[in-house]
């Protein structure tokens, strides 16, 4: 099984750490770091297609070879994967060229939690679900820009 994290050079996520033994402290990291995420959010969006990107040479010795990082994955897994990432790429860098309102920053923020799941998890269905769903936030905040920008040019007509 592969996930996520098999093609992912910047995921290197331990199932069983030290955090484990204490779940109150896992939330309490967890909150201070969605609330990091928040306040730097315009920052980190320039860089995210990038991280989007490194991920797909993986993904395709993932597809070719059936295998990558000492993860094994089926044709159609990885043909799904490259999918992923390939069309994340092109919908994150459509938020680096606007101020981001607050549907784009629930957009990101819910993807960024999604992709989260998907590199932590061993099961092909979860991660997929994730995945999907990740792709449904940057989809809505990418919807919900394209209809502001229809709209505007409506009036200006």
Known sequence: MASITSVSPFADVGHRGWLAQFPALSW?????SSAIMIATIRQWVIILPGAM???IPGTLMLLFAGEFNRQAASHSIAGILIVFFISTTALTSTFQRRELN???RVALMGFV???AVGMTTKRDRIMLA???IGLVFLLLGWAVNFV????L?????
């Not at 040019?153 to 007509?157: A, E, G, P």
């Open 130 to 132: 994730a995945a999907t």
């Open 28 to 32: 309490i990291f967890l909150l201070l």
């Open 113 to 115: 939690t999604c992709l």
């Open 102 to 104: 607050v549907v784009d």
């Open 148 to 151: 502001s920008i229809q709209r």
């Open 53 to 55: 990107v490194a991920a």
């Open 153 to 157: 040019w409506t009036r200006r007509s």
